[in-house]
Structure formats: structure tokens, C-alpha cells
């Protein structure tokens, strides 16, 4: 199974809500990524977790806080967010930091209105 | 810091047709994996290829092939036999060592779009 599931597919949120966003995988992979990804631009990393804690944080604004509360499990936590935040969020999982193949779930659509 | 270019911004090429999709890259670190990844419309980043710094044979995977030239640093994808299916957009990507002495998230390249015709 090289499943990384997403939830929801898509979401719409007003600059006034908070919503999460949800990544699992049962690969029992221990790493744990998000990107971001405009339309028509390629994915740009936001956060990495390793073992369950934060590993690098892209200097990404604090309307998004990520969370990994278990290894199979990632959630995006949002806030407060803008126009301009609307894009496809991509969740990614690897075996650790040291191997490289990272598998990708479906994304999650997001409009900020 | 590393850095993917693609350029290639489109394709159109004939169904059954061998296509190749440029990548050239840059990066400081010794040890590193370059991967090919399709997105179709949908959105979902599909695993293709995966070639690491030190193999000394180019990557296959069925109908994908990766035509690796470390002096020039440069990693095409081949696609074979090319199907309409295939239409979709083609990212280059590469990880490497990174700074802290475990891989860091993967760089993406600009991407092309491919388009196979009947």
C-alpha cells in the first residue's frame, strides 16, 4: 500500500474561519511533508516532520501550524488566511529524511474568499 | 541551493510517438536523487522515476526511462510508445544532502505540458 490519503479535496473558507487540513499514511513512513502549489507554478515546500516533530519550517506565515500528532498522521491547521493563500496543498510522506522517494496524496483545492 | 530547469514550458507530440522531456539541475551536494513526477488535471503529484547521484546505470520503469549525464547534470525522461493518457504535466525534481546532513523537501522544476495527439 503507497497510499497517502487527503482530506477534504477541496474547501472553501472565508479570511475569518479556521479549518484543517488532514494527511494520513499507513506505510509507516516517519517523515511527513507539506507543499503548497499555485496554479500553473511547481510545488513549493512548507513544513517537514521527522519522528513526529517539526523539522523545517519553509518561513511560512503563522496563519498556517502544521501538527503531527502521531507517525501516520499530518494535519494544516489555518487561520486568519487571505486571498492570495488559495491554492493546491499537497501532503507527502517518505521512509525518513534520508530516503528520498516521497509519495504524494491527492491535495486538497483551497479558496480563501 | 539547488536548482531545476525545465525548458520546456509545452509539448504536443503524436500519439505512439518516443518523447523526451528536458531537465538540467544544479546543486552543491555530493550525494542527491533526481525524480520525474506527472500531474494530470486532477492535481495528484504520480511517482515516475527516481535516479540517485551514484548509480551507474539510467533508471527504467516500464515505458519511462531516464537518460542520466552527470557532467552535464542533466536528467531527460523518455517516454516510449507515448499513449493519450500520458497528456498531463511532467515536474523534474531533486533532493539533496542538505545543509543539516539529512535530505530536505524535494525542488521542483518550472514543469512542461505535455500533450500526446490522436
Known amino acids: 500500500d503507497t497510499e497517502v490519503t487527503q482530506t477534504p479535496k477541496h474547501l472553501v473558507m472565508g479570511m475569518t474561519n479556521k479549518k484543517s487540513l488532514k494527511c494520513e499514511q499507513h506505510m509507516g513512513h516517519r517523515a511527513m511533508y507539506w507543499y503548497k502549489q499555485k496554479a500553473k507554478k511547481p510545488p513549493e515546500l512548507m513544513f517537514v516532520y521527522s519522528y513526529e516533530k517539526l523539522s523545517i519550517n519553509e518561513s511560512v506565515p503563522s496563519r498556517f501550524s502544521p501538527e503531527c500528532p502521531n507517525s501516520s498522521l499530518l494535519n494544516l491547521h489555518l487561520h486568519a488566511l487571505q486571498p492570495e493563500d488559495s491554492a493546491l496543498y499537497l501532503c507527502?510522506?517518505?521512509?525518513?529524511?534520508?530516503?528520498?522517494?516521497?509519495?504524494f496524496g491527492p491535495g486538497t483545492r483551497l479558496t480563501v474568499t | 541551493a539547488q536548482k531545476i530547469t525545465q525548458t520546456q514550458p509545452g509539448m504536443f507530440v503524436q500519439e505512439k510517438e518516443a518523447v523526451t522531456l528536458d531537465c538540467t539541475y544544479d546543486t552543491s551536494d555530493q550525494s542527491y536523487g533526481l525524480f520525474w513526477y506527472k500531474q494530470p488535471s486532477s492535481g495528484e503529484m504520480i511517482f515516475l522515476i527516481y535516479?540517485?547521484?551514484?548509480?551507474?546505470q539510467n533508471a527504467t520503469e516500464g515505458r519511462y526511462s531516464l537518460n542520466f549525464q552527470k557532467a552535464r547534470k542533466s536528467a531527460n525522461l523518455v517516454i516510449s510508445a507515448s499513449q493519450l493518457g500520458d497528456s498531463a504535466m511532467y515536474f523534474c525534481?531533486?533532493?539533496?544532502?542538505?545543509?543539516?546532513?539529512?535530505?530536505?523537501?524535494?525542488?521542483f522544476g518550472k514543469g512542461t505540458h505535455l500533450i500526446i495527439q490522436p
Open positions: 535516479q540517485g547521484s551514484y548509480d551507474e
Open positions: 507527502a510522506s517518505s521512509q525518513d529524511l534520508a530516503t528520498y522517494e516521497q509519495y
Open positions: 525534481a531533486m533532493r539533496g544532502g542538505g545543509s543539516g546532513g539529512g535530505a530536505d523537501g524535494l525542488t
